[in-house]
């Protein structure tokens, strides 16, 4: 045994082992198995307070929080050194990093040789959804950074009562990570130790991560990309469920009834602001369940439910403010890690959007005195804070409901100024595939009713799928003969962000548009008109609720517009897209394309 090693607080003779075996290659001076408890925290908090990993925030303001700031190289989740190694290529397909696994694990084995060196190992048993959920599921990670281990107690069910769920011989996915930052005898630490050299490597076949080099994000805390999404998307497929990067909103009509929505939105597509939305309309109401991913599997009723996996918000400070999201500078105002985020002369934090200008005396998130004039920001574009979830308002109460909560619609969006409708009901379940297959984003402003550079983010899970996207597609496709197909969720397409000819948003956004959801809502109860379009069904003619807006005529006309000859352009576009999935690429979406060039010919 590893000398230093923690007596383990568990009889699951495989964890055991594991974590014996990884103290030994990596050699660290201590082992410490966290229970999650409040004590527990406080200890390594103040480890990395004396470190200068964290620095207090004045507890009047913003009692129980503290701020990190990264190394400047170390800032966001490096997409280029995050690899699939599948035993076969093809199986990680043509959108992942792909490396043979053999390769891959000759090559860890060497970086995490000796790589906790001067620093405590972390054993972090956690659990992916509610305690006691049959669609939640367990993981334990190793790290040598305590700011890892603190923010993976705000993230996930984590410590004591993660290992209990797991028993003597419970099955969980073996998740490492290092700093790679060993520290020889007598050396001083830094405040945010990290390598040049990052790997974010996952192995889908035996589900394992191995995580390298970074402290940041989605790169270390290990339960949230490269699980609950890279690892459990291929789980979900073995085993017939979904694993999503949705939000989960819980809407209540003014009679009382209630709808489960669930939304998948490429980055910067206000997927957070959405998850905490205030309806701006009379008597509805919004709650949050989840505001990042979606565990859902088809319950004994035919329907599908879904479970929020994480326990806490990872979110994106900068352009948040009373404005935008009340509800989450709410849920900020105690209790929270903030990272890269500016500091004021008083012992706050900042970021651009919090208020119209910067206050006196701040510290950017590089620790400079912030200057204005320099046009650089004082907080990171990509600065986060993590949270407890429960903290929020607009939290449901259900949101840690094992059961978890029926889904009645899935939203796809992007950011569209041209082109694509307010809202478009899909035809069908297969129809809905084919819509969340093609999600995409403008890249520059396009002129109005032309389509400019898009970029492709099926699903929003470009970065995020464990597998071959085509293989995903086709998992999708598989849903609908799981079930009763009238008991899945309906599809619906979103885009807020359509502009008008001189270049402004048309749709106004935030809370106004619970009047979308609210048509969606009135659909899925059949009370609310629709129009067929090729492209699909959208808004009747009086069917949106649009009173007290001040929309014209002609704004809303575009809002709804589906101009046949822009959609063949569009649909021209699908065939590239979908030709580097060669045979992987379902049939029935290549049916669709055909479907719709169809559509689209007879309407020209
Ligand atoms: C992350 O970096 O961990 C993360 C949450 O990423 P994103 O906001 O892009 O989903
Ligand atoms: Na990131
Ligand atoms: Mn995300």
């Not at 950017?364 to 903290?391: C, L, M, T, Y």
């Not at 609310?528 to 009173?547: F, I, N, Q, S, Y």
Request: proline share 7%; hydrophobic share 40%.
């Amino acid at each position: 045994m590893t000398p230093g090693l923690h007596p383990a607080p568990t009889r699951h003779a495989g964890l055991v082992e594991w974590v014996e075996r990884i103290a030994a290659l990596t050699r660290p001076d201590r082992v410490h198995w966290c229970d999650g408890s409040e004590a527990e925290k406080q200890a390594i908090i103040a480890d990395l307070v004396s470190r200068g990993t964290l620095r207090a925030l004045d507890p009047d303001k913003r009692p129980g929080s503290y701020h990190a700031a990264s190394d400047p190289k170390d800032v966001a989740r490096v997409e280029s050194r995050t690899f699939i190694c599948s035993r076969d290529e093809i199986d990680a397909g043509p959108t992942n990093n792909w490396a043979d696994p053999q390769e891959m694990r000759g090559r860890l084995e060497g970086l995490f040789a000796g790589c906790m060196r001067g620093r405590t190992m972390y054993v972090v048993p956690f659990c992916m959804g509610p305690l006691g959920s049959d669609i939640s599921a367990l993981g334990v990670e190793i790290t040598d950074s305590g700011y890892v281990a603190v923010s993976m107690g705000v993230m996930t069910r984590m410590g004591a009562a993660a290992l209990e769920q797991l028993g003597e011989t419970g099955t969980f996915v073996p998740a490492v990570h290092t700093l790679g930052a060993p520290l020889d005898e007598g050396q001083a630490d830094v405040p945010w130790p990290c390598n040049d050299e990052k790997w974010i490597v996952h192995f889908p076949e035996t589900r394992e991560i191995w995580s390298y080099g970074s402290g940041y994000g989605g790169n270390a805390l290990l339960g949230k990309k490269c699980y609950a999404l890279r690892i459990a998307s291929v789980m979900a497929r073995d085993e017939g469920w979904l694993a999503e990067h949705m939000l989960i909103l819980k809407l209540t009509s003014p009679t009382g009834a209630v709808k489960y929505v669930a939304a998948a939105f490429p980055s910067a597509c206000g997927k957070t602001n959405l998850a905490m939305l205030e309806p701006s309309l009379e008597g509805w109401k919004a709650e949050c369940v989840g505001d990042d991913i979606a565990w859902m599997r088809i319950g004994a009723d035919g329907r599908l439910y879904a479970v929020n996996p994480e326990a806490g918000f990872f979110g994106v400070a900068p352009g948040t403010s009373r404005n935008t999201n009340r509800n989450a500078v709410e849920t900020l105002s105690r209790d929270v890690i903030y990272t890269n985020t500016a500091l004021t002369a008083d012992g706050d934090v900042w970021w651009e959007g919090l208020s119209k200008s910067p206050p006196d005396g701040l510290t950017n998130w590089k620790g400079q005195p912030h200057d204005p004039a320099s046009g650089e920001p004082a907080a990171h574009p990509n600065a986060r804070f993590a949270v407890a979830a429960g903290q929020c308002p607009a939290i449901a109460p259900e949101w840690e409901d094992p059961k978890g909560v029926p889904i009645d619609a899935i939203l796809f969006g992007g950011r569209r100024a041209s082109a694509v409708p307010l809202v478009t009901e899909a035809f069908d379940w297969a129809h809905g595939v084919f819509m969340g297959s093609t999600v995409a984003s403008e890249g520059t402003a396009a002129a109005e009713n032309k389509v400019g550079e898009l970029r492709r983010d099926p699903f929003a899970m470009l970065p995020f799928c464990g597998y071959n996207m085509g293989d995903y597609f086709a998992h999708w496709l598989s849903m609908a003969g799981r079930t009763d197909p009238a008991k899945l969720p309906r599809i619906f397409f979103v885009n807020w962000f359509r502009k008008g000819a001189d270049g402004r948003f048309i749709w106004p956004g935030f809370g106004e548009n619970a009047r979308v959801l609210k048509w969606i809502f009135e659909r899925l109860d059949d009370r609310a008109a629709a129009l067929d379009t090729p492209v699909g069904r959208v808004p009747a003619p009086g069917a949106l609720d649009v009173e007290g807006l001040g929309l014209s005529e002609s704004d809303l006309a575009t809002l709804l517009d589906v101009d046949p000859d822009v959609w063949t352009e569009e649909a021209a576009m699908i065939p590239a897209f979908y030709a580097q999935f060669g045979d992987r690429l379902p049939g029935a979406l290549w049916d669709q394309h055909a479907a719709l060039s169809a559509r689209l010919e007879d309407a020209r």
